[in-house]
């Protein structure tokens, strides 16, 4: 019996010129993006390299080796610090949504505990760091499992990186996909000192914010709702 077979061709036209094999593009380092998000952030590289716990030269050569991936410049670096070129601008919201959804899975795989034990990184900074230090026995007694860790920053640390696993902040957040809830109310007061009460009668009246001294928040805590109250009062 003769043979059945089916014959497979490889078909082509005349070519005009010859075939040129393209470059391929280097791998991309994801870590690398993160980055420089954390540039765009802070707004300079020392501030970056800070919050990542890398040093400057680190950070500067991954901004480089990004900007030699897609062919430019990512970070214009100006006298007043860093900031994204037009180019950077249109990278940005992809990069975050790369983020977003490192930090989810990230967040998937951790697998609870059904005993309460190991260690909570709980940032707070200024008094409400010292309101914990002195609720610490109080918030161990159920858990005495549960090693506290209160890191007192404070500039906004990274939940979905794992910064940290709880913040306590004066405002909610505006980035993330996190949850917030509010814990309660701070109430503020303005003081005097009695000799300077005495010595300026106007302290006791609503003349008191254009005529008396005042000592108001540091640049620290500028951000701060009650900073921002006095200020408006102050007028500066």
Known sequence: MDDIHDSVW??????????????????????HLGIFLAVVREGSLSAAARVLGLSQPTVSRRIRALEEHFGGPLIERTPDGCRPSQRGLTLIPSAERM????????????EP????????????????????MQRLPEMRAGAPGLH??????????????????????????RKGQLFARKMGTAPYACYGARDYVAAHPAAATDERYTRCNWCSFDEANAHLPSASWLRERLGS
Request: aromatic fraction near 4%; avoid cysteine.
């Open 99 to 110: 983020q977003a959804a490192a930090d989810e899975i990230t967040r998937l795989t951790r």
């Open 148 to 173: 506290i860790e209160i890191v007192g920053q404070f500039h906004e640390v990274n939940l979905d990186r794992g910064d940290a696993e709880i913040a306590l902040r004066t405002r909610r957040p």
């Open 10 to 31: 490889g078909v082509y036209g005349p070519s005009k010129r010859p075939l040129r094999r393209e470059p391929l593009m280097p791998e991309l380092d994801w870590n």
């Open 113 to 132: 505990d059904d005993e309460i034990s190991g260690a909570v990184r709980i940032a707070a900074g200024g008094w409400i760091a010292r309101l914990l």
